[in-house]
């Protein structure tokens, strides 16, 4: 469960397109991230494309560095902070982690700020039940 497998990217471009024009997002800096559920049954439940600006990274090692420390920290926290979570078995979340930050990080800083952007996208797909007042 710890790997990250081609049924997990994506690479689709029918379905970039789609994310990117009818999908939802939100910022957690340094990711802003868009996501949307399609009705499609797949060996995975989640599939990822990582993106870093060419305009803020002009060095294709800089960009390629960030895009490694991201997929890694995604790795290691997909199975314990998204996939157990997820309330929508039949349908496939596409989910894009854009980078927006200024400049590098060490991977302790992009592991804590991806978990804490796992968690609010689990909040937004899977809204807390309301409790009535009369219990």
Known sequence: M???????????????DLLFKNGSSFLVYPFRVSYLFIPEKNASPVQVVVNVSKKRFKR?????????????????????ALYPLL?????????????????????TFF????????KKLVLTVN?????????
């Open 111 to 118: 592991e804590k700020k991806l978990a804490v952007t796992l």
């Open 2 to 16: 710890k790997n990250f497998t081609k049924e997990e990217r994506l690479c689709s471009r029918k379905l970039l």
């Open 60 to 80: 294709a090692h800089d960009r390629n560095l960030i895009k490694r420390r991201t997929r890694e920290a995604y790795r290691l926290l997909k199975s314990s």
């Open 127 to 135: 809204p807390p039940a309301q409790k009535n007042e009369t219990d």
């Open 87 to 107: 309330n929508h078995p039949d349908q496939l979340l596409l989910l894009s982690l854009q980078f927006v930050g200024k400049e590098h990080y060490d991977f």
